[in-house]
């Protein structure tokens, strides 16, 4: 289904009950949601509505019959721009957000301020680096691909080391079940447990690292340094390197409480502020949870503007 083009909305034009601060499958559904209790909303998003969704070639636990992210994202896009009392402000972010006792302010990279008296934030997350982990050690400069960038010409025939362990493995093995790659997985004992579902595939060798150290590259193919978990050397050539270390978090500066990790708890938030989807933790991130988390803030916003328990 191909999304209707947006609404580009004016700030201030209207009263506006809520604000939801990202455009991925959590805030549509909180979009949803709030309409459907008679709640105006704005929703602000930085890029594409549930643009991330257009690099799961693979759906599998997603209930509603869509089978891959493009047709899911195209779904919800459409019904989004479809949302009467939803005003989408796309293409601007939200730089900064302040709550008080009466209401929610945001800022967005324009200077216009919306002000709303709750305000859900589902800004998500963004890939990592190898700077960003500890048991990486790699150039300054260095920025490598995501695994879920990697087509088929990509791997089909070669040995592709990965770093990580993260979900976004399985998902691409499932997307290319014929296509005959050999993927090199270094993770660090962090990562045990989501390498589980990869383990038996006969394209993957599984590396459990203690340490990775990536070299200067010299116009050759890459070789790696590792330190395994009993302490010992050795190195690991591969034809590319590509990612699967994780994410992080993407949450606008402002009165959001966060953890050490860059996640935002919902407990600890505002009465004000809920947060939805993959910006709650690292073990949340799922487009089911999203999609019913976001649905879940609307109704907290919709019930506390009565005085009701949510």
Same mark, same amino acid.
């Given at each position: 289904?191909?999304?209707?083009?947006? $609404?580009?909305?004016?700030?201030?034009?209207?009263?506006?009950?809520?604000?939801?601060?990202?455009?991925?499958?959590?805030?549509?559904?909180?979009?949803?949601?709030?309409?459907?209790?008679?709640?105006?909303?704005?929703?602000?998003?930085?890029?594409?509505?549930?643009?991330?969704?257009?690099?799961?070639?693979?759906?599998?636990?997603?209930?509603?019959?869509?089978?891959?992210?493009?047709?899911?994202?195209?779904?919800?896009?459409?019904?989004?721009?479809? &949302?009467?009392?939803? $005003?989408?402000?796309?293409?601007?972010?939200?730089?900064?957000?302040?709550?008080?006792?009466? @209401?929610?302010?945001?800022?967005?990279?324009?200077?216009?301020?919306?002000?709303?008296?709750?305000?859900?934030?589902?800004?998500?997350?963004?890939?990592?680096?190898?700077?960003?982990?500890?048991?990486?050690?790699?150039?300054?400069?260095?920025?490598?691909?995501?695994?879920?960038?990697?087509?088929?010409?990509?791997?089909?025939? $070669?040995?592709?080391?990965?770093?990580?362990?993260?979900?976004?493995?399985?998902?691409?093995?499932?997307?290319?079940?014929?296509?005959?790659?050999?993927?090199?997985? #270094?993770?660090?004992?962090?990562?045990?447990?989501?390498?589980?579902?990869?383990?038996?595939?006969?394209?993957?060798?599984?590396?459990?690292?203690?340490?990775?150290?990536?070299?200067?590259?010299?116009?050759?193919?890459?070789?790696?340094?590792?330190?395994?978990?009993?302490?010992?050397?050795?190195?690991?050539?591969?034809?590319? &390197?590509?990612?699967?270390?994780?994410?992080?978090?993407?949450?606008?500066?402002?009165?959001?409480?966060?953890?050490?990790?860059?996640?935002?708890?919902?407990? #600890?938030?505002?009465?004000?502020?809920?947060?939805?989807?993959?910006?709650?933790?690292?073990?949340? @991130?799922?487009?089911?949870?999203?999609?019913?988390?976001?649905?879940?803030?609307?109704?907290?916003?919709?019930?506390?503007?009565?005085?009701?328990?949510?």
């Amino acid at each position: 289904m191909a999304s209707t083009p947006p $609404r580009r909305g004016t700030t201030g034009t209207s009263a506006t009950d809520l604000i939801i601060v990202g455009g991925g499958p959590a805030g549509c559904a909180a979009a949803r949601m709030a309409a459907s209790v008679g709640l105006c909303s704005v929703l602000v998003e930085s890029a594409a509505v549930c643009g991330t969704l257009h690099r799961v070639p693979v759906l599998d636990n997603v209930p509603g019959g869509h089978t891959s992210g493009p047709a899911l994202a195209d779904s919800l896009a459409a019904e989004l721009y479809a &949302t009467a009392s939803c $005003r989408v402000e796309l293409g601007r972010r939200v730089t900064h957000l302040r709550a008080d006792d009466d @209401q929610v302010i945001v800022v967005l990279d324009s200077g216009a301020r919306l002000a709303a008296p709750h305000a859900v934030v589902a800004t998500g997350v963004g890939p990592q680096q190898p700077r960003d982990v500890a048991w990486l050690t790699a150039p300054a400069d260095l920025r490598l691909p995501p695994l879920w960038t990697a087509d088929a010409a990509d791997a089909q025939g $070669r040995t592709l080391l990965v770093l990580g362990g993260d979900r976004p493995i399985g998902t691409f093995l499932r997307a290319h079940p014929r296509v005959g790659t050999h993927l090199l997985v #270094a993770y660090p004992a962090s990562d045990d447990y989501k390498v589980e579902e990869i383990g038996d595939d006969p394209r993957v060798t599984l590396l459990p690292v203690r340490h990775l150290t990536l070299p200067p590259a010299e116009g050759g193919a890459p070789v790696a340094q590792v330190v395994d978990r009993d302490g010992r050397h050795h190195t690991v050539p591969a034809d590319a &390197t590509f990612l699967s270390i994780g994410s992080t978090p993407t949450a606008p500066l402002g009165d959001l409480v966060r953890d050490a990790s860059g996640y935002c708890p919902p407990d #600890a938030q505002h009465p004000r502020v809920s947060i939805a989807g993959d910006l709650r933790s690292a073990r949340y @991130q799922r487009v089911a949870t999203a999609i019913g988390s976001g649905s879940e803030a609307a109704l907290r916003a919709y019930y506390a503007a009565r005085d009701l328990s949510a």
